[in-house]
């Protein structure tokens, strides 16, 4: 059953009641303000997962070494040596690092066919050159 409270934009509340009640927590007038900050704050500090000891560092200088990382992280999951909130955080962050070096081999790979196309051309035209001499 969905929570009573009407909110002050004239829409009704869309979270679940206490068992038994008519009002989620939050909206619940049986509970204190100070009660409901309370374990705001802390179910806010149960959310945040950090690391308990550090992590080796790693040195990813090209997209293969990331299996590395990859390998690494699922062992510590199955292992319950990594929370799995952190492992998704080092899936993103690898996605977003494999992207990054995919965005700079392709332009590197843009560069050298500019540079390409310019020699090709500077060897037209000394072509040309040689060939208008004669």
Not at 46 to 67: C, M, Y
Request: proline fraction near 3%; glycine fraction near 6%; hydrophobic fraction near 30%.
């Amino acid at each position: 059953m969905k929570c009573k409270h009407i909110k002050q934009n004239g829409e009704q509340c869309k979270a679940n009641t206490m068992k038994g009640l008519e009002y989620c927590y939050l909206h619940n007038p049986k509970i204190s303000e100070e009660e409901k900050k309370e374990a705001s704050k802390k179910g806010g500090l149960n959310r945040a997962k950090t690391i308990k000891q550090p992590l080796p560092s790693l040195v990813i200088k090209e997209p293969g070494d990331t299996v590395t990382l990859l390998i690494d992280t699922i062992n510590r999951v199955r292992a319950g040596e990594l929370d799995i909130k952190v492992a998704n955080c080092l899936g993103f962050l690898t996605e977003r690092l494999l992207k990054a070096f995919e965005i700079t081999k392709e332009k590197e790979t843009d560069k050298k066919i500019e540079i390409k196309i310019e020699v090709d051309k500077q060897i037209k035209k000394l072509g040309e050159e040689k060939e208008s001499d004669n």
